[in-house]
């Protein structure tokens, strides 16, 4: 619009030249057109100037905002594709150890299967191997350890015994030494002499010596129990009710009379004085006497061993060992008894001692 205006008068002023020519006018004119255009001149510089400053200005700080920006956006890049890798990273990994994890389940349960059948293997192969051998050999190796010094320190007695007396002792002893397997069982009867093998209690192992050794004796007490299979209570119960004219029993009143061969049996008082369980044994050698006090070496089936006993720790079935018996000192009767030497004392029973006597 100024550019126009400014065109316009120029244009004016060279009409009034034409018209008006003289020197004067011109001097006007020219200075009144050096003014005007001057000033205009210099505004529109001016103008131009800042608005190109401007449009500079803009540009840069558009520049440096879009420049930032794309830094920014860059960076943001950068860190979500730094994420994205190590996220990837992480999935490998994790998918590397659960496939690592499920490979070793795999080869555990591959070794157990192989293990398994190994075993399996092996014991139907030892299952064969032992059906075919002999008994002789079954015995010669047995399988239940047992103490082989405590088995010939339980020697012959030096004192004379009578023939049935050294037949039980040398019986009880050629089993023990002989015992490929023994086990305790309340109530058993599994008893395999030519294998070695006995699982049995108390009564049960002490009916199998009177059957072999003293039959008529064992006859007598079935008789008069009324059962082939005497339990602790029919020893006990025969014993004390023993006559003086019964045949093959006699009655024994003092532990110092007890002899190689002997049943000594003992039930157990409740707090109303009844009997409820027991055990019984066999003398196996004269009892030694210690003040009030008698060692006396015995063979018996029981879940743990005396002292000096055939059997090995914490083991059981039926060996041979020593326990101990305390006795009222003017009747010599027994009260109480130790199941090892330096065992607590047990007085809260009763007590049986009786001989067999194998008369035809």
């Not at 209570?233 to 023993?242: G, K, P, R, S």
């Not at 008894?337 to 008369?359: H, Q, T």
Request: charged share 25%.
């Amino acid at each position: 619009m100024f550019d126009w205006m400014m065109e316009q008068l120029v244009n004016k002023v060279r009409l009034n030249l034409a018209s008006n020519i003289n020197l004067k006018n011109i001097f006007f004119i020219t200075a009144m057109t050096a003014w005007l255009i001057h000033p205009a001149h210099a505004t529109v510089s001016h103008h131009a100037a800042r608005t190109t400053h401007s449009t500079t200005a803009i540009k840069t700080v558009k520049q440096t905002k879009t420049s930032k920006t794309v830094k920014t956006v860059k960076s943001a890049n950068r860190h979500t594709s730094g994420k994205i890798r190590q996220a990837s990273s992480q999935k490998k990994k994790t998918a590397s150890t659960k496939t690592a994890k499920k490979q070793s389940k795999k080869t555990t349960a591959r070794k157990y299967a192989v293990r398994k059948k190994t075993v399996k293997l092996s014991h139907k192969q030892k299952t064969a191997a032992v059906s075919r051998l002999t008994a002789h050999q079954k015995v010669s190796k047995p399988t239940t350890k047992i103490d082989v010094a405590n088995v010939s320190r339980s020697h012959m007695p030096s004192y004379l015994l009578s023939t049935i007396e050294k037949n039980l002792v040398n019986f009880v002893r050629n089993t023990v030494a002989g015992i490929r397997y023994t086990a305790y069982k309340l109530g058993g009867t599994r008893i395999d002499e030519n294998r070695g093998i006995y699982v049995v209690d108390c009564s049960s192992y002490v009916d199998h010596i009177l059957k072999t050794i003293y039959p008529r004796a064992y006859s007598s007490l079935t008789n008069w129990s009324g059962t082939e299979k005497p339990t602790t209570t029919d020893y006990y119960q025969y014993f004390t009710n023993l006559s003086d004219d019964a045949k093959h029993w006699n009655t024994i009143e003092d532990v110092e009379e007890l002899r190689p061969g002997d049943i000594l049996v003992f039930r157990y008082k409740n707090r109303r004085g009844a009997e409820t369980g027991g055990h019984v044994m066999i003398v196996m050698d004269k009892p030694t006497r210690e003040g009030d006090t008698f060692k006396v070496r015995i063979a018996d089936a029981a879940s743990t061993g005396h002292s000096k006993d055939t059997r090995m720790p914490h083991s059981s079935g039926i060996g041979i060992g020593t326990m101990l018996l305390r006795v009222n000192p003017k009747t010599f009767q027994p009260y109480a008894y130790a199941w090892k030497i330096g065992s607590r004392w047990e007085s809260n029973v009763n007590f049986a001692m009786a001989r067999p006597i194998d008369l035809s």
